[in-house]
C-alpha cells in the first residue's frame, strides 16, 4: 500500500451505517459485523468517498493533533486491517465506483480547536454471526427478497 492507493467498500456482501459518529458495518459473506468511531469513522467515510491514502493521512492530520508520523502508522494500520478482514479492496483504476480526489484538500476547514488523535480501532464482533448467516437474503437470486417462488405445475 502506497499513499497514491484507494480503496472501496467491498460491496454488495459489506453493508454499513453511520450514525452519530459511529460506523458498523455487516460483513454478509461471515456474520461478523463490526464497529469504527471517531477517527476510524472519518477514515471511513473519506474510503467511501474514494480518497486516495494521502489524502486520508492528510485530512486526518488537519482534523487531529498528533505527531504525522503517528497519524499515519495508525492509519496504515486500520486500512490494513479493514483489507485482511476483507470490508475494503484496492479500487483499480477504471473500476465501475465513481473515485473523489480529495488529495488537495481545497476547501477543507480546519476546526479552531483540533481534537487529539486516537488511534483507530475496528471492534470485531462474532456473537450475532450463525443469525445473521440464518438471514434469508442470502438465499437470494436475481428476482430479489422477498419474492413468492412460482408454483410448479
Known amino acids: 500500500m502506497t499513499e497514491l492507493s484507494r480503496f472501496r467498500v467491498n460491496g454488495p456482501k459489506i453493508i454499513h451505517e453511520t450514525i452519530d459518529g459511529e460506523t458498523v458495518l455487516v460483513n454478509l459473506d461471515s456474520g461478523n459485523y463490526y464497529s469504527l468511531d471517531g477517527v476510524g469513522a472519518d477514515v471511513w467515510g473519506l474510503v467511501e468517498n474514494g480518497v486516495h491514502v494521502g489524502g486520508i493521512i492528510t485530512w486526518v492530520a488537519q ?9 499515519e502508522k495508525a492509519l496504515f494500520r486500520l486500512l490494513e486491517e479493514l483489507q485482511r478482514e476483507e470490508l475494503i479492496v484496492v479500487d483499480e483504476p477504471g473500476s465501475s465506483q465513481t473515485s473523489v480526489d480529495q488529495g488537495d484538500q481545497d476547501g477543507v476547514s480546519v476546526p479552531e480547536q483540533l481534537k487529539n488523535f486516537t488511534p483507530p480501532v475496528l471492534h470485531k464482533y462474532s456473537d450475532m454471526q450463525d443469525l445473521l448467516l440464518l438471514d434469508p437474503i442470502h438465499e437470494v437470486d436475481e428476482i430479489g427478497w422477498p419474492n413468492v417462488k412460482p ?3
Not at 63 to 71: A, H, L, T, V
Open 151 to 153: 408454483d410448479k405445475e
Open 63 to 71: 482534523q487531529y493533533r498528533g505527531e504525522i508520523s503517528d497519524i
